[in-house]
Each structure stands twice: as structure tokens, then as C-alpha cells.
């Protein structure tokens, strides 16, 4: 079973912050934080993980909690096609194996 | 290398039928990873390979399914006897193990439709 929760469905305005929160409170000292997304038909993509610290890359930033219990993905300025599921998963040590969940389904609107 | 390839992107198959999907990963990964995914639901992991050997079958994975890695490079998953529920689309993907963290790369998945 899936180790996060998330919102099903969130809207953010185009060129505004989206903002994509996640509890994932039974994760263990030695898991990740992943987010990958999927537009639609295609398969997931790749976007940002980490550990404790918070992360930021070219696609988003990352923000976990200092308990690690939750965690907020950031895509500072939202575009058409960010519009996608986005899926918080937490990554089972040592096997890479990925259990994802529902998601959440961003819809970025003009 | 384009990325993880996936073959064919489309399958109808008649149920009771057999079908096999190929992966290809991205040349230097050596985990190999096969997802299902059905509508409205994230993917759900099947199976995966570290080179040729499958570490992890899922409990999804029925004595119908099996999946292959021969000389730890591209991969064939086989589902015999097709029943309709088995429609859905099979995803790939590789990664690289490090000692850490790495991420892994999804093909754009295989959809089978079981008639």
C-alpha cells in the first residue's frame, strides 16, 4: 500500500506557484521522497527527490518538514503544461521500488 | 539513447489469447522495473530485475504473468491465457542502482486491450 496521502485534485492560475502537499508519516529514516508526474497517456516523469533536506532543480523545489511526516512540492511558476497527475512516493530502500498512490490531479487554468 | 523503449505502444489482443511486451532500458541500467497502471489509479508494481536476476515478484503477478531479462538487458513480459481485466497499460522502467538514490526512467508504456 501506498505510504502518502494527497489531495485528489488541485487548480492553480497559470504563472502562479502551485503548490502540492503530502504527508507520508509512517516514512522511515532511510526512505526518499520522489515525485514524479504523468501527463496524460504517458508514462511518469521523473521530477524531484530527497531526503531531509529540501531540494531544487530546474523543474520544481522540494519541502520536507523537519519530521519528514509531510512534504510540499513547488513549481514556482506554473504553465499549461504543467497540467498533469503528480505522484508523492515514498522509495522502499534498497529496492528502488516506487509504490505510488492516487496523485494529485493539477489542472493549471489561464 | 532516446530513453526506455516500449513495444508495441498498442496491443488488442482476444482473451485467452497470449501476448509478450518488449522493454529496452537505457543501456548502462541495470534494475529493470515492469508496472501496471489501470485507469484512474497510479501504477502498480509488478516485478523487478537487478541485471538478469528478478529479485521481487508482486503478489499481482499471477502464474499467468512472466517476465524475463535473459542477458540482463532488454526485457519481455508474458501474459498467457489474456482475460479482460488484464487491459491496462504495462509500464518500464530502468534505473541505475547507487548506493543512495537514483531515479528511475519510465518508458511510455505498452496499453493492452483484452476483447
Known amino acids: 500500500d501506498a505510504k502518502t496521502t494527497q489531495p485528489p485534485s488541485m487548480d492553480c492560475a497559470e504563472g502562479r506557484a502551485a503548490n502540492l502537499p503530502c504527508n507520508h508519516s509512517?516514512?522511515?529514516?532511510?526512505?526518499?521522497v520522489y515525485w514524479y508526474r504523468q501527463i496524460h497517456s504517458q508514462g511518469p516523469q521523473y521530477i524531484i527527490h530527497g531526503l531531509k533536506n529540501n531540494e531544487t532543480n530546474e523543474m520544481a523545489s522540494l519541502i520536507i518538514t523537519e519530521d519528514r511526516k509531510s512534504s510540499t512540492l513547488i513549481l514556482p511558476h506554473a504553465t499549461l503544461r504543467d497540467t498533469a497527475v503528480y505522484y508523492c512516493i515514498v522509495r522502499v530502500y534498497n529496492t528502488d521500488k516506487l509504490i505510488f498512490g492516487t496523485g494529485t490531479r493539477l489542472q493549471v487554468f489561464p | 539513447d532516446t530513453g526506455v523503449s516500449q513495444n508495441p505502444r498498442h496491443k488488442i489482443t482476444k482473451r485467452g489469447q497470449n501476448v509478450t511486451f518488449r522493454c529496452d532500458p537505457i543501456?548502462?541500467?541495470?534494475?529493470l522495473y515492469w508496472y501496471r497502471q489501470t485507469l484512474g489509479q497510479g501504477p502498480e508494481f509488478l516485478t523487478y530485475?537487478?541485471?538478469?536476476?528478478?529479485?521481487?515478484k508482486s503478489r499481482l503477478l499471477s502464474d499467468r504473468f512472466s517476465a524475463e531479462r535473459p542477458k540482463g538487458s532488454f526485457s519481455t513480459l508474458e501474459i498467457q491465457r489474456t482475460e479482460q481485466g488484464d487491459s491496462a497499460m504495462y509500464l518500464c522502467a530502468s534505473s541505475l542502482m547507487m548506493a543512495t538514490n537514483t531515479e528511475a526512467f519510465f518508458g511510455q508504456g505498452t496499453r493492452l486491450t483484452v476483447v
Open positions: 530485475f537487478q541485471n538478469e536476476a528478478q529479485l521481487e
Open positions: 543501456s548502462e541500467h541495470n534494475r
Open positions: 509512517t516514512i522511515s529514516g532511510n526512505e526518499y
